[in-house]
């Protein structure tokens, strides 16, 4: 949500958010429209999207789309291996650790290329997440606990700006800087 938040206000981007789960967490907020989605702070939120839509909306004006998986990056292999950047955010709390350790070893084995994605956590304890580090050879960036995904302060632009793949110099600006003129 925080990173769909920051493309739209921080980055000045069309942006969509794709909820593939099936869950409906985020349906509960808002009534969608006719068109099977609503819009919130300038971001296209499109509850319980099918699979089958995917093709269509790539083809749409947005600029980022922020498609959340959940627990079903299995069944969107595909989709994933077409995404840009690639994050995956990982539950390292006892009782989930190891749902943690099977999508990392399915990544890192079963016919998903050669692919790069970052790894983040949550509230992880140092040596779980140094084990899961150094068995399965990956870094695992600490994730920041955004208080508020609609307000995010400044101090959390850079990381943003890491995880949208955007260094602070290329951003889009809602109104450009004044231009400086020089007087002799």
């Not at 995904?149 to 809602?174: H, L």
Request: with cysteine; charged share 30%; glycine share 4%.
């Amino acid at each position: 949500m925080a990173a769909a938040n920051y493309a739209a206000g921080g980055l000045n981007e069309k942006t969509a958010y794709l909820e593939l789960i099936g869950h409906g967490e985020i349906s509960h907020w808002k009534e969608r429209n006719e068109s099977g989605y609503f819009v919130d702070y300038n971001i296209h939120y499109y509850p319980d999207f099918k699979r089958e839509q995917i093709p269509i909306l790539l083809n749409r004006d947005y600029e980022r789309i922020i498609m959340d998986f959940g627990d079903g990056y299995n069944d969107f292999r595909e989709e994933i291996l077409r995404c840009d950047k690639k994050i995956f955010l990982l539950n390292l709390n006892p009782w989930q650790k190891y749902a943690a350790e099977k999508m990392v070893n399915t990544v890192q084995n079963e016919h998903w290329g050669d692919i790069q994605p970052v790894y983040m956590s949550m509230n992880a304890q140092k040596t779980e997440k140094e084990a899961i580090e150094k068995n399965f050879k990956i870094r695992i960036t600490k994730l920041s606990l955004i208080q508020n995904p609609r307000s995010i302060r400044s101090e959390e632009f850079s990381f943003m700006d890491s995880i949208m793949g955007y260094a602070a110099v290329n951003t889009k600006r809602k109104r450009p800087f004044m231009p400086i003129r020089r007087i002799k």
